[in-house]
């Protein structure tokens, strides 16, 4: 049998959905005729988990807007004997393409779409269509991804597929942590009786976090409502600002960027996403492999994975009324939670690894 060689290319080697989904990858494939590669066109990332594993993994220190990689990729391509490019984020994507369509003319091409397509750069979404015969195929991360390329970029339905993001549910299995609940809040001077919100991504206005302050502020009479906000980014003084000119400072505590997310999750009692759009929600599934309810945004996307009430609870977006009655309802109700614990545990049996690599694999495949 052939083997067929497939290099994931990727912008950075930094921290982000894409840059998970290519470290699982590469970590957990099992074929026997088809090989993954990778190839980042810069190192952003001194610490990242990439360096240390044990996988074909070129990387680079060249700057952002270097082109040195592109001809560093071509050379790869052709030593290697690189039959498909899987291209994730913009760079990757337009090296990728440029490369087949002047150089390298029989290579299969995946555009994988993360979610850039959401803010529909005219540069962008302009090349893709303008190059969408140069792709074989297009994976959209959600539904509301696909319908995206297709507003957005014009891309024919019928050359993209549908590959939701997963979840590690054996990593993220709330029996296999370190530390209980207790110990967890303990340290950053919780109490047992406070029902503590987690609130896990960049500080930019479109994931919402400010929405989910003025929320609390909603809740004020309700003195153990608490939330640990997790991540950074350059809204993160802005909203320091905002829960202290509020008199939150008791009820909210900003961690900064927190290495074992595990732990975050295992100490909360719900998981907050306020985001104004989401190409898809990652922290969502894994907050509910750890038994952990979730209020979501009701955007695209996630309203494809939570459906209200059953495998979670969705708000009005930017309604900061309407998400503190849902944070109020799930605060009393025990039952509710109870509930949406068992269905969300349910529900994220679905997006798992194991089915991500045989569907990858059936994808493959149909290229040959």
């Not at 005219?122 to 074989?136: A, I, P």
């Not at 939701?164 to 207790?182: A, G, R």
């Not at 503590?196 to 960049?202: D, H, T």
């Not at 459906?307 to 977006?317: A, E, Q, V």
Request: include cysteine; charge should be positive; hydrophobic fraction near 40%.
């Amino acid at each position: 049998m052939q083997q067929i060689n497939v290099l994931h290319v990727i912008d950075h080697t930094g921290f982000g959905g894409a840059q998970t989904i290519v470290r699982e990858l590469l970590n957990r494939w099992e074929s026997n005729n088809i090989k993954l590669k990778s190839y980042a066109l810069r190192k952003s990332n001194p610490n990242s988990e990439y360096s240390s594993m044990n996988v074909s993994f070129l990387s680079n220190n060249e700057s952002k807007y270097s082109v040195h990689s592109f001809f560093d990729l071509k050379k790869i391509v052709k030593a290697e004997n690189i039959k498909f490019l899987h291209l994730h984020l913009p760079k990757s994507i337009v090296f990728g393409i440029l490369l087949k369509t002047f150089y390298c003319r029989n290579l299969k091409i995946i555009v994988h779409e993360h979610g850039e397509i959401f803010e529909n750069k005219f540069l962008y979404s302009n090349f893709l269509k303008l190059f969408q015969n140069k792709s074989d195929l297009f994976i959209a991360i959600s539904g509301a991804t696909k319908r995206k390329l297709i507003e957005n970029a014009k891309i024919k339905k019928d050359k993209i597929k549908v590959l939701y993001n997963f979840v590690d549910i054996e990593y993220f299995d709330s029996q296999k942590i370190e530390t209980n609940m207790s110990e967890g809040r303990k340290k950053l001077g919780l109490n047992k009786e406070d029902f503590v919100l987690g609130f896990a991504g960049r500080h930019v206005e479109v994931k919402g976090c400010r929405d989910l302050i003025l929320a609390i502020e909603e809740l004020k009479n309700y003195k153990n409502i608490k939330i640990l906000i997790s991540g950074d980014g350059p809204k993160k003084e802005e909203y320091i600002k905002l829960v202290k000119k509020l008199g939150l400072n008791k009820n909210i505590l900003f961690l900064g960027y927190v290495p074992d997310i595990k732990w975050f999750y295992s100490i909360i009692d719900c998981l907050v996403i306020p985001s104004h759009y989401e190409p898809f929600g990652m922290v969502l599934l894994e907050a509910q492999a750890m038994q952990i309810p979730v209020i979501s945004a009701n955007v695209e996307s996630l309203n494809e994975i939570v459906l209200d009430r059953k495998t979670g609870l969705l708000f009005k977006p930017k309604d900061k009324k309407d998400l503190a009655k849902k944070i109020e309802l799930i605060y009393t109700d025990e039952n509710l939670r109870t509930e949406l614990t068992k269905r969300g545990l349910e529900n994220v049996k679905k997006y798992s690894l194991k089915n991500y690599l045989t569907n990858l694999e059936v994808i493959y495949n149909g290229l040959l």
